[in-house]
């Protein structure tokens, strides 16, 4: 990698990051005079927004969730010249969502920002994804676990599709979003 490469992926990581950590969630309710982290779940995500404002805020809030991911790994995918600092960059923004220096560190559970990263290097994967959320979700009435589903099955055609550096990013991605689902998932195993 030339000066200026190493220059530019310090540049998009840093972008990526900060973009990522914009809390559209916390800012959007309280537009509406509603602090979003005491209502429903204390989530600042697009669910949670559209538990308490409705499907039309929530909707707003997770395509700009999205956005922050998408919008750093395509800029990425377009300037910088190996797949591998495509990953980082798309993973820094996700980090970057759920540990948000405009909220003390905390933030969401990473998913709408994961969503906007694939989407851009891997449409396809996404749409089975999206599939793969809407069955887990109407078997398990539990968003979390439909989350967790889709995630699961862009990891596994990143593999399947020798994807490399992006089945590595798309498997840290699953082991982190399990993290943030960790309180979710443990509520599901005690009232299983």
């Given at each position: 990698?030339?000066?200026g490469e190493v220059g530019l992926t310090f540049v998009l990581v840093g972008f990526a990051y900060l973009l990522g950590a914009l809390p559209f969630g916390v800012w959007i309710a309280r537009m509406r005079g509603v602090e979003i982290q005491e209502h429903g779940s204390g989530n600042t995500g697009a669910t949670n927004v559209a538990r308490t404002l409705g499907l039309r805020i929530g909707g707003a809030v997770l395509?700009?969730?999205?956005?922050k991911g998408a919008l750093p790994t395509y800029l990425a995918l377009t300037y910088l010249p190996?797949?591998?600092?495509v990953a980082l960059v798309g993973f820094v923004a996700i980090l970057g969502h759920c540990l948000s220096p405009f909220l003390g560190g905390k933030g969401g559970k990473g998913v709408a920002t994961a969503l906007g990263v694939f989407l851009v290097i891997?449409?396809?994967?996404?749409g089975l994804a999206v599939l793969a959320f809407v069955v887990g979700w109407r078997l398990t009435r539990v968003p979390a676990v439909g989350s967790l589903v889709g995630i699961a099955t862009i990891f596994v055609a990143q593999v399947a599709w020798d994807r490399g550096p992006y089945a590595v990013m798309a498997a840290a991605t699953f082991a982190w979003l399990v993290w943030t689902h960790r309180t979710n998932l443990a509520k599901l195993y005690a009232n299983r």
């Open positions: 990698m030339s000066e395509v700009l969730d999205a956005a190996h797949p591998a600092l891997d449409p396809h994967a996404v």
